[in-house]
C-alpha cells in the first residue's frame, strides 16, 4: 500500500486541495484508494459527503489511531490512501510523515510562507522519510520567483518537487460539488498540472501511474 503524507504547519497552504485532487487520482487510476482525514475540522470529509460517497472514501481518524486505521485499510484492501493533517499539530503530521512512503508539504512560493514551514522541515527530516515541498497557488509565469523560492526550500533542507500548481479558480470551482479540478474541467491546466503531480509522485516511490501497468509489468518479469 502506497501511502502519502500531506502535511504543513501554515494553514490554508493548500493540503486538503492537494489531498482529494491526488486521492481521485488513484481512483481514476485504477487503484483502490481512500483518503485519510485526521483534521478535526474534517474539511476532506466534508467534501466526501459533498461528493456523495463517490471514489475515493474519506475515513476520518484522529493522529492518535492513524497507525490502527492505516492497517485496517490495507487489510480492507486499500492500494494508496493520502493522509490529510491539520495546521498547527505537530503529533498528527508526525504520525502521518512515520506512516508514510512519501510527504508532500504544499506552500506558496514566497519567503513568508517557506519561513513558516521551518518545523514542518524539521519534523519531516526527522521521519527520515522522503519530502518534498509541492509549490501551491503560485503565480502561472515566474520563473525567477520559482528559483529564488528554492533557494529557500534548500536552505530549510528540503527537496521541491518540479511540478507546480498554479492559483487555479478550477481548484476550488467545483468543490462545494464534490468535484475535483480534473472533473469539473478536465482539459484544464488545473486538470493537467495535478495529473502531473500524481504521474510525479508515483515516479518518486515507483509505482505505475495506472494499476493495469502493473500486472503486465509482472506478466513480463
Ligand atoms: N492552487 C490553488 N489555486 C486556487 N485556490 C487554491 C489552490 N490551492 C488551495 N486553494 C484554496 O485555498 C484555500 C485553502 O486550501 P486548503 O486546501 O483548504 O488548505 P489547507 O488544507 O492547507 O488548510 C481553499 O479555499 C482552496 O480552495
Ligand atoms: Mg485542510
Redesign the pocket.
Known amino acids: 500500500m502506497l501511502t502519502v503524507a ?1 502535511v ?1 504547519q ?11 485532487h491526488l486521492g481521485s487520482s488513484a481512483s481514476r487510476a485504477g487503484y483502490v484508494s481512500c483518503i485519510i482525514d485526521t ?1 478535526p475540522q474534517a ?2 470529509a466534508a467534501w466526501g459527503d459533498w461528493r456523495g460517497g463517490e471514489d475515493p472514501e474519506v475515513i476520518t481518524t484522529p493522529p492518535a489511531r492513524l497507525a490502527k486505521t492505516l492497517s485496517n485499510t490495507a487489510e480492507l484492501g486499500a492500494e494508496v490512501v493520502i493522509i ?1 493533517t491539520p ?1 498547527h499539530a505537530d503529533a498528527a503530521a508526525r504520525e502521518a510523515a512515520k506512516a508514510s512512503d512519501l510527504i508532500l508539504i ?1 506552500c506558496r512560493p514566497r519567503a513568508f510562507d517557506l519561513h513558516a514551514i521551518r518545523a514542518t522541515a524539521d519534523l519531516v527530516k526527522f521521519s527520515g522519510k522522503p519530502g518534498f515541498v509541492v509549490f ?3 503565480p502561472p509565469r515566474a520563473p525567477s520567483l520559482f528559483s529564488e523560492a528554492a533557494g529557500l526550500v534548500e536552505e530549510i533542507g528540503l527537496r521541491v518537487s518540479p511540478v507546480v ?8 470551482h467545483g ?1 462545494a460539488a464534490g468535484k475535483t479540478a480534473v472533473e469539473s474541467d478536465p482539459l484544464g491546466r ?1 486538470a493537467e498540472e495535478m495529473h502531473a503531480l500524481w504521474l510525479w509522485a508515483c515516479e518518486r516511490v515507483n509505482m505505475p501511474a495506472r494499476k493495469h501497468e502493473r500486472k503486465s509489468r509482472s506478466v513480463q518479469s
Do not use: E, Q, Y
Request: hydrophobic share 40%.
Open positions: 500531506i504543513s501554515k494553514g490554508g497552504s493548500g493540503k486538503t486541495t492537494l489531498a482529494v483534521d474539511t476532506a490529510d495546521p504544499p501551491n497557488a503560485a500548481i498554479a492559483d487555479r479558480a478550477a481548484f476550488h468543490t488545473a
